[in-house]
Structures are given as C-alpha cells and as structure tokens.
C-alpha cells in the first residue's frame, strides 16, 4: 500500500491481522462495542450478531466448527470516510467438507471504529453447506 492510505483501509488491515492473531483485545478496539454483524443463511454462524460478546462468540463458534481451520485471507481493500469493503478469501475444513472462496465484508465506520459489518458470499450455496 502507498503512504496515501485511506486510514479506513488501514483499519481494514489491522482488523483482519488481530483477527488471524487471535488477538481479542485488539478487536476489541477495532469494533464499536454495540456494532453488529450481518451473516447471511440459516446456518450455526448466522444471524445480526450484536454487540461484543455475540460477536465475539461468531468468531469463537467460526473456529470451533472448523477445528480451527477457518481463515480469512484479505485480497484487497476499497474505503471512504464512512466505509470500508473487504475482498477477502474464506478457507476451512469441516470433517470431508471444504470451503473456499471469496467473500466481500461490508463494514460502517464511525470514529475509526466499525459499527455494522454485512457480509456478501461469492458462493452462498456453498457457505451454506459448509456452515450448516
């Protein structure tokens, strides 16, 4: 990235580091603490997950259900003063099923924190029949 970054791309960035780290206290601070999480589907990880601890508690299902396989590799980031999009890839393993693909992560922010996130799947047949 250029020394021009958006600084909402930045944060993009640092979102999905700690979240690759593991690292809750700083996504504690990257995510407003009444913020919600939009995921798609009738799955086990679907639903408005809001506030901290619901979202908190997606992440940790997300990994529980994949054995610790789930990743999220970002590809690349668009960002205004008030958005931010996420191209990013969806990797894991559950038992003999395999998800892989890329998904958008369509994120609000309001003073450098996000406040909504709305998640887009390129294929959601198959992130339906992973998550379920």
Known sequence: MGMFEHPNAALVERLYAAFDAGDTEALKKLIAEDAVWHVPGSTEISGDHRGHEAIFAYFQKAAELSGGTFRAELVDV???????AA???AIGERGDR???QTY????RI????????R??????EAFQAFWS
């Not at 309001?110 to 996130?117: F, K, L, M, P």
């Open 104 to 107: 958008l992560l369509f994120l």
């Open 87 to 89: 191209l990013a890839a």
């Open 110 to 117: 309001e003073n450098d924190r996000i406040v909504e996130a």
């Open 78 to 84: 668009l960002a205004s003063d008030m958005h931010a």
């Open 119 to 124: 998640l887009f799947n390129e294929d959601e």
């Open 98 to 100: 395999v998800l892989e």
